[in-house]
Structure formats: C-alpha cells, structure tokens
C-alpha cells in the first residue's frame, strides 16, 4: 500500500465545472477533476452519481454541456470516439474492445499497422508485442488467438495496448470485476509498476477495500455532484462509504408496515444456485415488502429470473405457499400466483408498436377469453379499470407503448403485471428512469398492495428505495446473499459495508 | 410530469383520417388503382368472368399465403412451401393410385384427411428444426425445400405423378371446377380460408401471441408465452394452408411433376408483404394478403391481355413488385 502523496507532480488531465445534460435530464452539476502524473485516482460514488458520464467526458466519448477540460494545463476539446488515444487518453471498457478472431500482435496494432514497402511488417510487429508484454511480466503469448485467452489476459492485452501507444492517461472501469483474486494482485502490481513511470491511472470501482489498497488518491460523486477529493491514506471505507451515501430519507415514501412475525411464509427459497449465483436462500411472509440490494452484478436479477423461470436452475428449490413450482416454466409460475416485473421495460416488459390494451393484457389474456375467442368487451374494461387504478395519463388512446412517456410506461407494464393478479410480485428497479412525482405514486401502490395482503420484492439500486419500503433487505454481492438485515439495521452505510464486502452475515 | 413527456407525446391530434394505418390501406388502394388499369388496357379485363377467373387462379398462392403470413407475423420465414406443395401433391396422387379403399368416395375422403395429416406433419418439420434445432428459419427452411422437392422428384423419377382412377377423377373436378351458388368453389375456399385465418389472428389468444412473439420475443418470453410453441404450431398452420391449396390444386390437372410449384414461396411472401405485413414480424394483416396476391395475378392477366409487355416477362415484374412494396412499406412507416 503507498501512502505516498505524489503532491506537487504536475497535473495532466483536470475538468473544470464539468456539466452535462442528457436530452435535458442534467447528470453532471459543475464538477471538478484533477488527474496528476503518476497517480492512481480512484473515482466513487454510488450507481448514477455520474461517475461513467465524467470518464466518457474526460476520454472525448461524450462532450460536456458546458466547462473545460485541459490536457498540460492547456484547454482541449478532445476528439471524439476514441481519437482521444492521440493524446495519450486511453480507455479500457468494461466489455473489452477486442475482436475475438484476431491475433494479439494483430490486436495491439490494429488501425496502426506497421508497413515495409506497403507490406505488412509482421515480424517487427511480433517482436515489439512480446516486448511490451515482456515489460508487462505477461507470459501471453503474441501469436495467440484473442478469442483463446482468459478475461485475466485479455485485460492484459487491452493494458498492453495502452502502453504501446504510449498512453498518459489510463481509464478502468470496474477492472476488477471479473478477475480473481490472484489476477487481481497481478493487475495492481502492473498498475503500480506503471504508475511509478509516470502514467496516470483512474481507477473506477466499486470495491472499497481494493480502493484503499491500490489508489493514492479518491474523488467521490453523489447525485451528479463533486464531493471530496483526497488523499485516500487519510480516509477509511466507512468514511468513504458515507461520502457515497450521506443524505437523508425524505417524505417520498409511505409509512412502512410489517408484517407479523407468524405471517405465513407464501415464498420461500432454497439454497438456488444458477451459473453466477450460489446458493441463495430466503423467505417472504404475506404482507411484506422485502428489498434486494447490492451493486449492479451482484446477481439479484438473475436470481429473480431464475425463480420465476425465465432462466435454468442448476439446483434448489422455491416453494410457493408450501408449494414447489417447476423450473423454466413462467406460465405455470405465473399461474402459482408469482409474477415477475422485468427492470428493462423497453426491451423485455412492453411491445413497443402495440397500443396500450394489447400490452396490457398480453400475460393474461386467458382472462379475457371465452368459448375460445377474446372478448374485446372485457379488455376494453380491463383497460379502463387499469388506467384509473394506476393512474395511466395519456392523451390519446391509441398511442403505442413506444411513444408513451418513461412514467407512464412503467405504469403500463406495473398493470400488466398485475392483471395476472399475483400474490406474490416481484418488481425489478421498480423506478428507473422515471421522475420523482411518478415514483411516489408507485412507492405508495407498492404499500398498498402489500397492505393488502400481498408480498412484494423489490429489486433495486437505488438504496434510499429499499431503505424506504422495505421492512427486510437482502443484500447481494458476487451472486451470494451477503446478509440479510432487518430494523434498524437497515442503513445505507451498513448495506454498504455488506455489498462492497467489508462485513459478512450468514443468512438468518 | 417529465420533461420527456413534451418532446415523446408530439401534438394533440383530433381523430381523423390521418388516423388510418396507411399501411392496412395502402395493398387494396393498389388493388383498386390496378383494376382501372386494367379496364383502360382493356375492355374485357373488368368483366365479371375474367375478374372470377383471375381469383380462381390466384387460389393456390392465396391459401399459401395465409400460412405465411402466421409465420411471417412471428418473425418466422418458409421458404419450403413450393416444393412442399408439390410433394403432398405427389402423396396425395399415389395414395389414391394405391387403391387401398375400393369405394371411390371413401377413397377420396380418405385422400383428402392423408393430404391434411402431411401438410400438418410437414410444417411441423420446418418448425421444429427452426425452434428445438435452432436453425435459422431462412436456412432450415431452404433445406427442406431442397428436401421436399429432391423427394418429389424420386417418388416421380423425373417425370409426372398423375390420378390414374378415372372415377375418383370424375367425383374430384368439382373440387376446382365446381360452383357453390355460382361462385368457383376456389373462391369459396379462399374466403372461407382467409375468414377462419382472421379469426384466429385477431379474436384468439393465439393470435395474440403470434404477433407479440414476432414483435419482440423477450417481451413474448417475459409475459409466459411458450415462444417456441407458438412458432412451431405457425409452421404447422402454413403446412395445413399448404394441404388446402393441394387438395384444390390436384384435381384441376390430376397430375403432378417435379416443376411443381416452383417459385411459389417467392410469390407467396410477395402477396404477405404486398398485403402490407412487416417482415420483421409483429403485424400480421390476412385481408392485405389475399389483396396482395390478388394484385400479382391481376398483373399477369394485364400483360396477358395488353400487347406492350411480353408475358415471358411476368417473373421479373413480380420480383419488381416485392421491391416496390417493402419500398413502399418503408417509407410508410417513416411518415407515421
């Protein structure tokens, strides 16, 4: 661990009053970055504080709205789509950009080919591959099909890119996320080596411990909002995890109920693995609002998707009621009175080109059908009966869902799911993108129901929403249940601690 | 309520007709625009008996193209359907030739239930190697068109297939040739075909999830449809529209031959998207396609009876025809 403070280096790359709007939602309020040389930055802040928006301004991806940004002190517009790699400014994505039927050498080179007489140089090629892997201590081989290598190597080879261009400037999103422990350390060692040639690093993850242990300095983001920058020697992960937090619930939720302690369990699940997550077990009670946390990854949705049979099991079981519900069969799920609310209502919740009743009724039209054939009568009323009910504003009606306002979307696809008429309902980022009036609607329908005698799970990273609702919250974190916590356990700062790993707690 | 909402919603509009679906519209304003030309090229193109006549013809691709609009609303595409027609037909012809059943009159209700049972088992092929095999439906289809058609020519060795029983031939003509209330019996069958296709896209749940499977199947998936299911029983409803041309198609000439057909799936899938059905899936219009395949026989009947196109020439105007149509399509839809 350096504890070094490279104060005094000469700062390369630094934004000033950085904001940035997208289609008039503004993301970036006026923030402030400075990148020195030979520094390892990380940058934090909780899932949509703005952190990817602020690396794609600094790597020329996108523009920002209004501010500078300058490179050696000197105020740059950097060039779009990568041409920043020019200058020095180098990204490595989270989904790696490599074309898989290449060779390494051809990989490192791409676009920059080295010619002899207008004839590939592939030999000076090879060697100056191997000599920058070699400088790198990676054993990958130079000859090797992209698409043969390990996610470890090809993150190896995407690092050897940067530095064969020379790069000045290292952006890594979430690197981290895929190795092992082992590649890890080999990649921090790497990181270091580097840094202290010169190169700037920033370092964007969500892993407090691995902030601490590799970065010199720490910047955070809240609510598209600088915070703190500083030296990460003087702060510790509660401290940081606060900085990520730190704000206060407001009245945008419903007075929460809990249910009684021998409430009948209507949910339970049982050691349920698929191929990321293992082994997750847990219960729901009748009239619970029961909450899934942890970081963008960590399996929640895949578990969900698993339960109500949208995806293979590889093992365990769910029970509904007491009753086991076969796996890979969401009719027969949806039948057992356990309905699943997908979080991607654009790709996988509505039919875009189709008119709201289409959409509405599509999970359960054998409500609708009788002697064989659909009774428009019956959806016509259904329709009217959901528009009221969740409050569906539309002008005209026979627009198509595509065209429907994010608010009103949602609404839609909450009424479809609900015209299943399920017990038990599990809603994936019940909010996402939607605007603040709309989700206290659905916060106070989500009450509603489970006043009713209903059991919801709520999936969601927004965490003032789960800390809000929920009476229990689950807590994921690399496709295991990290804790479950309940009363007034139920912090952000302690749901922190368990979703970046600090703290641990078999299931209760 | 959001900012978005402004900019998404567009103005308000009063119901008009600017509210009609251009695209349900457009293939009977074609339909409508060709019949006047036709009577300008010639006088006795709008008569009663030709106009009868060109529909009679226009049954075999008809039938087949309500099939394929089920499989093309489900994103789905077969490209087996000449070549299938030719090999139930050659089935259909043996197994009377056979002369299992002596009585002629079972012998052809036996016939015909034969020719339903291996349309249905042929599209029942096509969909599940396109969904349990997951093959491209292009090419898993283009294999069975090879299939079918390789088959037809064995069971022929080259040359014709033809209903030797001069008294099932006698009790099977009016089939084609026959009149119910003076109106050609082909006739009756295309609409009474195209009533029950309607019926079932658009009034049963299967309709239903035919067109949200072709529209986006992780939507399909996600509500608890069996997408797979409802892809391999469209397959299968194209195979038994395939049977229904069949058993009208056999009696007309009472003989079959390895040219059976052939280029049939083009004009098959030319009528759906003529009809104003997306490619793409998601929209399925059965009217449209009985227009659409209307149209391509009335442009042949106006090259036959006008004297400046040769009719040699018919093929490349259907293939134009398609173009035009997906032209026309798109930029229908860019207006709306």
């Not at chain 1, 904001?19 to 400075?34: A, H, I, R, T």
């Not at chain 2, 030309?37 to 008809?62: H, M, Q």
Request: glycine share 10%; proline share 3%; aromatic share 6%.
């Amino acid at each position: 661990m350096t504890t070094e403070v490279v104060d005094g280096a000469p700062v390369v790359l630094s934004a000033r009053r950085i904001s940035k709007s997208f289609s008039g939602v503004q993301v970036l309020f006026s923030v402030d970055f400075e990148l020195r040389q030979g520094e390892i930055h990380a940058l934090m802040g909780e899932n949509g504080a703005g952190k990817s928006t602020l690396v794609k301004i600094l790597s020329g991806f996108e523009q920002p709205t209004s501010g500078e940004i300058l490179l050696d002190g000197k105020s740059v517009k950097l060039p779009a789509n990568g041409a920043a790699e020019a200058l020095g400014i180098v990204i490595i994505h989270q989904e790696f950009n490599l074309a898989e039927h290449l060779t390494v050498t051809e990989s490192l080179f791409l676009g920059r080919e080295v010619t002899r007489f207008g004839v590939l140089d592939r030999k000076f090629m090879r060697a100056e591959t191997r000599r920058v892997l070699d400088l790198l201590g990676s054993h990958v081989d130079e000859n090797a099909m992209v698409g043969s290598l390990s996610i470890a190597e090809k993150q190896m080879v995407e690092i050897a890119k940067a530095i064969s261009r020379d790069a000045r400037v290292v952006f890594m999103d979430e690197p981290t996320a895929v190795l092992s422990r082992e590649e890890t350390n080999f990649l921090f060692r790497l990181v270091r080596k580097l840094r202290d040639k010169g190169t700037s690093f920033v370092f964007v993850s969500h892993k407090l411990d691995e902030v601490m242990e590799l970065t010199d300095r720490v910047t955070v983001l809240r609510d598209g909002q600088w915070i703190k920058t500083s030296p990460t020697s003087i702060l510790d992960g509660e401290a940081i995890a606060q900085l990520m937090v730190g704000r206060e619930l407001s009245s945008l939720y419903p007075a929460k109920t809990e249910p009684d302690i021998d409430e009948e369990v209507v949910l339970r699940v049982n050691g349920l693995s698929t191929g990321y997550v293992r082994d997750a077990s847990f219960e729901v009670r009748r009239g619970e609002i029961l909450g899934f946390s942890g970081m963008i990854g960590s399996g929640r949705t895949e578990l969900m998707e698993a339960i109500v049979g949208l995806r293979p099991r590889l093992a365990g079981e769910v029970f509904v009621r007491g009753q086991p519900v076969s796996s890979g069969d969401v009719h027969a799920v949806n039948n057992a009175g356990l309905a699943y609310m997908t979080k991607d209502r654009k790709a996988k919740g509505l039919l875009l080109d189709a008119g709201m009743m289409a959409n509405l009724t599509l999970q359960s039209l054998a409500r609708h059908t009788r002697l064989g054939y659909l009774d428009p009568g019956s959806e016509e009323a259904a329709l009217v009966k959901a528009r009221r009910r969740f409050d569906i504003r539309v002008r005209d009606d026979s627009v198509i869902a595509g065209r429907m306002s994010g608010g009103n979307q949602q609404k839609l696809l909450l009424a479809k799911v609900m015209e299943t008429d399920p017990d038990i309902i599990i809603i994936d980022e019940p909010t996402r993108g939607i605007d603040v009036g709309t989700k206290q609607q659905i916060y106070h329908f989500i009450s509603a129901l489970a006043r009713d005698g209903r059991s919801i799970i709520v999936v969601s990273s927004e965490m003032p929403e789960v800390i809000g609702l929920c009476s229990r919250v689950v807590v994921m974190r690399e496709g295991h249940i990290a804790g479950i916590l309940e009363g007034d356990e139920i912090s952000e700062q302690e749901i922190m601690r368990y979703a970046a790993g600090l703290k641990k707690k078999t299931a209760a | 309520m959001s900012v978005n909402e402004e900019g998404s919603q567009g103005v308000i509009r009063r119901r008009s007709w600017r509210d009609i679906d251009l695209r349900a519209v457009a293939p009977f304003v074609a339909l409508a625009l060709l019949l006047l030309v036709g009577a300008l090229v010639n006088p006795n193109f709008i008569s009663i008996n030709n106009l009868a006549n060109v529909a009679t013809r226009s049954a075999f691709i008809a039938i087949i193209a309500v099939g394929a609009t089920f499989v093309i609303s489900s994103g789905d595409l077969d490209l087996s359907v000449g070549a299938m027609v030719a090999f139930i037909a050659s089935l259909m012809i043996l197994f009377m030739n056979s002369g299992v059943i002596a009585d002629p009159a079972l012998m052809l209700l036996a016939a015909v239930l034969f020719t339903i049972v291996s349309g249905a088992l042929c599209g029942l092929t096509n969909g599940l190697i396109t969904t349990v095999g997951k093959i491209e439906p292009f090419i898993a289809t283009l294999g069975t068109m090879g299939i079918y058609r390789g088959l037809t020519t064995w069971l022929s060795q080259g040359g014709a297939i033809t209903l030797k029983e001069p008294e099932l031939q006698e009790i099977y003509r009016p089939a084609y040739f026959g009149t119910i209330f003076g109106v050609p019996v082909p006739i009756v069958v295309i609409l009474a075909v195209t009533a029950v296709a309607a019926f079932i896209l658009y009034r049963t749940r299967y309709g239903r999830h035919v067109v949200a499977v072709g529209s986006n199947r992780d939507v399909a998936r996600y509500s608890g449809i069996s997408v797979n299911r409802v892809r391999t029983v469209a397959f299968v409803i194209q195979g038994l529209c395939v049977a229904a041309a069949v058993l009208l198609y056999v009696p007309r000439l009472g003989s079959t031959s390895a040219t059976t057909g052939i280029l049939w799936e083009l004009q098959a899938i030319t009528a759906v998207v003529v009809g104003g059905t997306a490619l793409k899936g998601g929209a399925g219009r059965v009217w449209g396609t009985i227009c659409g395949a209307f149209i391509l026989e009335l442009v042949g009947n106006i090259m036959l009876l006008s004297n400046f196109i040769s009719e040699y020439l018919i093929g490349a105007i259907q293939g134009a025809i398609i173009i035009i149509a997906m032209l026309v399509q798109r930029s229908l839809v860019r207006k709306s």
